[in-house]
């Protein structure tokens, strides 16, 4: 499924729930936290619904590509230049909350909130 009309990262992605967007393209949209963790904390989506790392197929190499090459371009675009922590939670061991895979990227300066 491409778009599941009960998600709420697929709702982001259609305009339904307003997000404070970072960056937009063909196949990712990113877009902070709305509980921030660190002074910066962005979340990276497919575009398409994609539940859980779980569900990840060869074909979407690229597109996993694509996502982890642009955080750090991001992460230096924010203002951030002393590191920072990329987190992709998976399952309910994993500690997942929303079923639309999402990359965390988290940095500026210490003490954050968690983590
Ligand atoms: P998970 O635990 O699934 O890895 O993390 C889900 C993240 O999504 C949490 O950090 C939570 O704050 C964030 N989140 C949940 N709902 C919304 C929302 O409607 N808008 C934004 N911007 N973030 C959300
Ligand atoms: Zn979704």
Redesign the pocket.
């Known amino acids: 499924m491409s778009h599941d009309p009960s998600c709420?990262f697929c709702k982001?992605v259609a305009g339904q729930?307003p997000?404070?967007k970072v960056h937009e393209d063909d196949q990712v949209l990113v877009?902070?936290?709305?509980?921030p963790?660190a002074p910066v904390?962005i979340?990276l989506i497919p575009k398409i619904h994609i539940a859980s790392m779980a569900d990840l197929q060869p074909e979407h190499a690229a597109l996993m590509g694509h996502m982890s090459t642009l955080v750090p371009r991001l992460m230096r675009e924010l203002g951030v230049n002393n590191g920072f922590r990329t987190?992709?939670?998976t399952g309910a061991d994993g500690?997942?909350?929303?079923y639309h895979l999402?990359m965390?990227a988290m940095g500026g300066p210490r003490p954050w909130l968690k983590g």
């Open positions: 709420i982001i729930i997000a404070k877009f902070h936290d709305i509980h963790w904390h979340l987190v992709i939670n500690g997942q909350e929303v999402h965390h």
